[in-house]
């Protein structure tokens, strides 16, 4: 079974400052995407990753995935309270032809402070 | 493009006794996800359809849940007997699934209280 697994689990910044969540899995994917949940909310999809090397910002945040590592990057630039909330990663793999079977790992609690 | 609809979107029940939940998911997705959520934790995957048929399964407690995909469209989950730690956010999600698209689309989710 796949593993997913990000970093920090939790973490307090303060505005204006820069910081990186970290999604690590154990399996090779090509397919990686991060989600954001608002409390009592449901997933809402920031970043859909679809190859090595693929980036993409919206924002202050920029997503980065590189699949020799097994590895995404969330960096948050200068955050702003707004950008309080959890985070998800989630790596989709292919378990044969016809299916693919999602892995989400345990989100990133991000409080931004004034 | 209507997202996908959940109902209800509250929940709450005694131990023992039965509920259900039901999803639309958006139209001509051809796979549709049912996720447990427990408060603090990422969504842990129930059971998946593509189309009307089920394609994992292996995480849905058999005892007590049950699913269907009719016609390969809305979806209903149910659990009988509902047990404390039944007690999550059940979501909804469904994708279209092509070779370039297997982004999942989450509906609002049914917060389930089991007392």
């Known amino acids: 079974e796949l593993k997913v697994e990000q970093n920090p689990l939790f973490l307090s910044m303060q505005e204006g400052k820069n910081y990186t969540i970290y999604c690590n899995y154990s399996?090779?994917?090509?397919?990686l995407y991060w989600y954001r949940q608002d409390p009592g909310k449901s997933l809402e999809s920031l970043f859909v990753?679809?190859?090595?090397?693929a980036v993409k910002q919206e924002g202050r945040l920029m997503a980065s995935l590189d699949t020799k590592a097994r590895l995404s990057t969330l960096h948050i630039t200068a955050a702003v309270h707004d950008l309080s909330a959890t985070y998800f990663c989630?790596?989709?793999?292919?378990?044969?032809?016809?299916?693919?079977?999602?892995?989400f790992g345990s989100g990133t609690k991000l409080n931004v402070k004034p | 493009e209507a997202g996908v609809a959940q109902s209800p979107r509250y929940k709450i029940i005694e131990k023992r006794q039965s509920v259900a939940f039901w999803c639309n998911p958006i139209s001509g997705h051809a796979t549709l996800y049912w996720y447990q959520q427990i408060l603090g934790q990422g969504p842990k995957l129930l059971i998946q359809f593509q189309n009307n048929g089920v394609v994992d399964d292996s995480q849905l407690p058999k005892d007590r849940f049950s699913a269907e995909r009719l016609k390969g469209v809305d979806s209903t989950l149910k659990i009988q007997p509902a047990k404390l730690e039944d007690s999550a956010v059940y979501l909804c999600?469904?994708?279209?699934?092509?070779?370039?698209?297997?982004?999942?689309?989450f509906g609002p989710g049914t917060r389930l209280t089991v007392t």
């Open positions: 999600a469904s994708s279209l699934d092509s070779d370039r698209e297997y982004e999942q689309y």
């Open positions: 990753l679809l190859s090595n090397g």
């Open positions: 399996t090779t994917s090509d397919r």
């Open positions: 989630a790596v989709d793999w292919a378990v044969n032809d016809n299916f693919n079977k999602f892995y």
